[in-house]
Structures are given as structure tokens and as C-alpha cells.
């Protein structure tokens, strides 16, 4: 089609043509194409946090131009329906197509098309066209897999969990690369998957299954060991329903505080964060300090730290841990670690509902919904709502082993033999916030572990694993050290063969306008000041 045709297309100069007809089915295995819309979109603009993409556009992203190419396709016999998005940027876009792919990961359970679609989004707003997912089953929130987790009452649908779980990603990646080739007249020259929490998951997941299907894999806060973590993340609430005391807010909010003003100096630098998650663990006992007095906002009134709130903070920050018969301690699952917002908003793992209208606080347990979800639609098989309140530790472990059982295979995203992406020569930048409470760090860090155990030599040639002190899950928190570059990072190993073996990091700006500015060392390293020079400043740390 010569120039003039193509303006004809959409009616505008010098764009590529934006029109269904000129945009042919893809060459898929095993799958049937349903239909395809093209829509050209201009002036469009939409926040998009770090969830979603490590570069964030806030308040939003500026006015983007690009074809939003939407495609529907089938696994014959599956009686499953998938869309997949491709945004590809116009001539006229604040970017130009910069020559590259990039595939967008989800969250939750929402395989992808998140928070409206704001890591497309920011693709775009970088110049690359981007494809993401909906997996089959769009969801309404990140939490509610009620429209496709059951065939029937007491039925899974495996086949949409597969979705769920890696098949649809490998789809769209093919989907995403064909019709950017066919629309640009040329192949991508480079390809990115980006994602974190569940999109972490995602990227870990293609990268073990599907190596060649991208260069590079950014994952950050993974959810790995998928059919396990969310069984052991209860554990602190079935804990607090087998003590029969659920603590409010203001109480474990203590308890973080008092580990913090104990721990944060580990590392020799007091910055409001703990750098040294094991050695806080040698430094401050929750149940040393019960008894002690603290004032609680929410009820405008002094009340104690209680040993049953102690035992409860600790089964959170220390893990799941059993004895064998023969007395022996034995570890079921990590902890998170001392610094996280144990209580507060739907995403916090400790979290408790309270009534405080007899002037005492009445708390009840309220897990978070995904953990929730994960019991009710996939091990209970249910419609109906779990209570946690009868769920007891012995029912949680025959739960945990009911999941391995069940879904191992198909989403655990745990294989640490990754010598397909080795000899694919694609790359892995993976990171994790020390304060995420949502998906433990040490999760990630046994990975990578597992991953360097198996092929010690070589591992460096494909992977790196960085640690964010102070960052919650996938990039909240004020005092966190975010690296705010780490995309970059990745295209740099993939493209210039630049190894990273540090990333700059930086908190958001205090009252005073003024960030601590710190780099992230390759694990098993950390940043360690040097002992002179501003504390605020990178260049005053060395990884060691």
C-alpha cells in the first residue's frame, strides 16, 4: 500500500493504516480465530502506577495516537474465548514506534488489560507497540475469579486456569509479534516482557516455558510458588482465630514501629527502613516489649501490647513453623520480615476489621481477598464463602498439600532450570521491595537461590536478582529505595551486553523536596555505607 493509500485508510496524513481488512490472522498452533477490530485512538491518557510498568506516568500519561488492534481467538474443544490487545503507536505518537515489543503482564487474577490498560499504555508513551491479554475471563477487580475458576459447583475449569497460568501469554506474544510485523511492515527488533506481583509471576513463567518468545524478562515481585504462597499467607489469620484474638490496627502498627527503632541502624545508617531483615530478627523480640503501654489513634486512648499480638506479629514475620514428633522445629513456609504494613488497607496481610463503639477494640480477621479466593474457588471448589474463622492449622496444611497436588504443574512457577533461556540468550532482571507484605521477598530470593544452585557457573550470564529496602509490594512506600531505572537496565544487558551489577535506587521526595539516593547490589550483595560522605548520596555506599 503506497503513502497515499495508507493516509486514505484512516483519513489522516502520513499514519500507517489502522483498518481491520488490512490486518491478517496470525500462524497459531492449536488455536482458532474468532474476529479482529482496529480502532485508530488519539488524545489518549491514563495513570499508570509501577504495578503496572516500572516507569510510572503520573498524574497520567500525555496524549497518545496509536491502533488498537484487538483480536479473539479459541482452543478448539476448550470452549474458551481470549482477547488479545496490541497497541501500536502512530507516526504521530508522542514516541514513534521505537522499533521494539513489549508485552504487559497482569495482576491478581487478571491475566492482563489491568487498571485500564495503563501498562500498555506506557509502552506506548516509550514508542513500543505492546500486547497484553485478558486470558480468557475478564475480571471486574483483582480478586474475583468467580466468573471462570468453576466449570460447576465442585468443578475446576483447568483449561482457563492454564490460561490463566501461561498458556494465553505464549498466545499473545505470537498474537502481538504478528500483527506488529504486519503493521509496521517489518519484525520487532527487540522484545520485553514487564510485570510484577502476578505480572511478575508471568514473566518468570514464560521465561521457564516459552525462552525464546522474548529477549528480556523484568520481573518484579513475582508470585512465585503460586499454589503454595497463597495457602501459607493465611497462616497469621488462622492463627489469630485459633487464639481467639484478632489485634487491632494500632497495635501491630506499634509493633512494626518498635522494630524498625531497633533494627533500622543494622546497616549503619538510621533511614527509617531495615536493610538487615536477618539480623532484626537477632535484635528485636515482639514478646520482650508486651505490656508496654502505646497510644492507639483510633481510639483516642492508651491501651498494652498483648502477648497473643506478639505470637501473631511473629507468625507473620517469621513464617509458617510446625515441630515433629520428635520436638524438632521445622520451617512450612517464609516469612515476611519485620517492615511491612502489617494492617491497613484490603492489600495488607494481617489485616483486621474493628469495632470500636464500646470504646474497646472488637476486631475480627479479614484476609486479603486473593489468599481467600485461591481456598474457595480452587481447593473447596465452592460458590460459597469460606470462613476463615474455622479453618484450623491442620486443615490449613492438608490444604497446602491438597494445592501442590493439584496445580504444581500447571502454576507453581518454581523450575529453577532455566538453560533454555541460556542457550535462547535471553535475560532475566528480576527485583523485590524488603517490605512487600503482600508476597514475601524471601520467595524470590530462594528462587534465584534454587536458580544459581543448579547452574552456579553460568547463571550470571542470564539472571540477576536485586533487593529494595523500604519498597512494599511492587514499589509503595515513601522511605522505599525504588529502582527507578531497572527497565533500562534490562534493554542495556539484552542490547549493549552491559551486565548489571548495580542499580540506582531513590525514595520519593520528602517535605523538603530532598530523596536518600542509594544503589541496589546484586544478590547475595548489599549496599553498604562506607562510613563518610552524605548518607543520602549512592556514591557513599559500596556493594559488599
Same mark, same amino acid.
Given at each position: 500500500m503506497d503513502s497515499l493509500a495508507r493516509s486514505l485508510a484512516i483519513g489522516v496524513p502520513g499514519l500507517e493504516p489502522c483498518v481491520a481488512s488490512s490486518i491478517p490472522f496470525p500462524v497459531l498452533h492449536g488455536a482458532e480465530f474468532l474476529g479482529v477490530e482496529a480502532n485508530w485512538v488519539t488524545n489518549f491518557t491514563t495513570p499508570v502506577s509501577r504495578v503496572l510498568f516500572p516507569e510510572p506516568f503520573l498524574p497520567s500519561t500525555p496524549p497518545l495516537s496509536f491502533c488498537n488492534v484487538t483480536l479473539a481467538h479459541t482452543h478448539p474443544g476448550l470452549h474458551d474465548r481470549i482477547l488479545t490487545q496490541v497497541w501500536l503507536p502512530m507516526d504521530d505518537n508522542v514516541v514513534p514506534w521505537n522499533g521494539q515489543f513489549v508485552g504487559v503482564g497482569g495482576g491478581g487474577f487478571q491475566t492482563g488489560l489491568l487498571g485500564g490498560s495503563g501498562g500498555s499504555a506506557a509502552a506506548v508513551a516509550l514508542g513500543y507497540s505492546?500486547?497484553?491479554?485478558?486470558?480468557?475471563? +475478564?475480571?471486574?477487580?483483582?480478586?474475583? =475469579?468467580?466468573?471462570?475458576?468453576?466449570?460447576?459447583?465442585?468443578?475446576?475449569?483447568?483449561?482457563?486456569?492454564?490460561?490463566?497460568?501461561?498458556?494465553?501469554?505464549?498466545?499473545?506474544?505470537?498474537?502481538?509479534?504478528?500483527?506488529?510485523?504486519?503493521?509496521?511492515? &517489518?519484525?520487532?527488533?527487540?522484545?520485553?516482557?514487564?510485570?510484577?506481583? +502476578?505480572?511478575?509471576?508471568?514473566?518468570?513463567?514464560?521465561?521457564?516455558?516459552?525462552? &525464546?518468545?522474548?529477549?528480556?524478562?523484568?520481573?518484579?515481585?513475582?508470585?512465585?510458588?503460586?499454589?503454595?504462597?497463597?495457602?501459607?499467607?493465611?497462616?497469621?489469620?488462622?492463627?489469630?482465630?485459633?487464639?481467639?484474638?484478632?489485634?487491632?490496627?494500632?497495635?501491630?502498627?506499634?509493633?512494626? &514501629?518498635?522494630?524498625?527503632?531497633?533494627?533500622?541502624?543494622?546497616?549503619?545508617?538510621?533511614?527509617?527502613?531495615?536493610?538487615?531483615?536477618?539480623?532484626?530478627?537477632?535484635?528485636?523480640?515482639p514478646r520482650k516489649v508486651v505490656g508496654a503501654e502505646f497510644e492507639c489513634a483510633e481510639l483516642g486512648k492508651k491501651l498494652m501490647l498483648s502477648d497473643k499480638g506478639a505470637d501473631i506479629v511473629m507468625t507473620?514475620?517469621?513464617?509458617?513453623?510446625?515441630?515433629?514428633?520428635?520436638?524438632?522445629?521445622?520451617?512450612?513456609?517464609?516469612?515476611?520480615?519485620?517492615?511491612?504494613?502489617?494492617?491497613?488497607?484490603?492489600?495488607?496481610?494481617?489485616?483486621?476489621?474493628?469495632?470500636?463503639? +464500646?470504646?474497646?477494640?472488637?476486631?475480627? =480477621?479479614?484476609?486479603?481477598?486473593?489468599?481467600?479466593?485461591?481456598?474457595?474457588?480452587?481447593?473447596?471448589?465452592?460458590?460459597?464463602?469460606?470462613?476463615? +474463622?474455622?479453618?484450623?492449622?491442620?486443615?490449613?496444611?492438608?490444604?497446602?498439600?491438597?494445592?501442590?497436588?493439584?496445580?504444581?504443574?500447571?502454576? &507453581?512457577?518454581?523450575?529453577?532450570?532455566?538453560s533454555g533461556l541460556r542457550e535462547a540468550g535471553g535475560k532475566v532482571l528480576m527485583w523485590h521491595g524488603l517490605s512487600d507484605g503482600v508476597i514475601p521477598f524471601n520467595q524470590s530470593r530462594r528462587y534465584y537461590e534454587d536458580v544459581v544452585a543448579f547452574d552456579q557457573k553460568r547463571v550470571d550470564e542470564y539472571m540477576r536478582y536485586f533487593e529494595a529496602p523500604g519498597v512494599d509490594h511492587c514499589g509503595g512506600g515513601p522511605e522505599g529505595l525504588f529502582p527507578h531505572t531497572i527497565f533500562q537496565a534490562l534493554k542495556d544487558w539484552v542490547e549493549k551486553g552491559k551486565k548489571p551489577e548495580t542499580l540506582p535506587a531513590q525514595t520519593e521526595p520528602d517535605a523538603g523536596g530532598l530523596r536518600w539516593q542509594r544503589m541496589l547490589c546484586n544478590h547475595p550483595k548489599r549496599a553498604k555505607y562506607d562510613g563518610k560522605g552524605d548518607v543520602r548520596v549512592a556514591a557513599s555506599y559500596s556493594c559488599k
Open positions: 505492546a500486547v497484553t491479554t485478558d486470558g480468557g475471563h +475478564t475480571v471486574e477487580n483483582i480478586g474475583d =475469579p468467580s466468573k471462570w475458576a468453576l466449570a460447576s459447583e465442585g468443578n475446576v475449569n483447568m483449561h482457563a486456569l492454564q490460561n490463566f497460568a501461561s498458556v494465553s501469554l505464549a498466545d499473545a506474544a505470537v498474537i502481538g509479534k504478528s500483527v506488529t510485523a504486519q503493521f509496521y511492515n &517489518r519484525e520487532a527488533d527487540r522484545s520485553y516482557f514487564v510485570g510484577c506481583s +502476578t505480572g511478575g509471576r508471568q514473566a518468570l513463567m514464560l521465561a521457564q516455558r516459552y525462552p &525464546r518468545l522474548y529477549d528480556g524478562y523484568l520481573s518484579g515481585a513475582p508470585a512465585l510458588y503460586f499454589s503454595e504462597f497463597l495457602v501459607t499467607m493465611l497462616r497469621g489469620q488462622v492463627r489469630m482465630a485459633e487464639l481467639g484474638y484478632a489485634p487491632p490496627p494500632c497495635e501491630m502498627a506499634e509493633f512494626t &514501629r518498635r522494630a524498625v527503632a531497633a533494627c533500622d541502624a543494622l546497616d549503619g545508617v538510621e533511614d527509617g527502613i531495615i536493610s538487615e531483615p536477618e539480623m532484626c530478627f537477632e535484635t528485636f523480640d507473620f514475620w517469621d513464617g509458617w513453623k510446625e515441630r515433629d514428633e520428635d520436638g524438632n522445629e521445622k520451617r512450612i513456609w517464609d516469612g515476611t520480615g519485620h517492615q511491612i504494613h502489617l494492617n491497613g488497607d484490603i492489600f495488607t496481610i494481617a489485616r483486621t476489621e474493628c469495632d470500636y463503639s +464500646t470504646g474497646e477494640p472488637r476486631c475480627q =480477621p479479614a484476609p486479603f481477598q486473593i489468599y481467600m479466593q485461591w481456598l474457595q474457588y480452587f481447593l473447596y471448589a465452592t460458590n460459597q464463602p469460606i470462613d476463615i +474463622t474455622k479453618i484450623t492449622t491442620a486443615e490449613l496444611g492438608r490444604l497446602l498439600q491438597k494445592s501442590r497436588q493439584l496445580y504444581d504443574s500447571a502454576i &507453581r512457577t518454581a523450575d529453577p532450570d532455566l
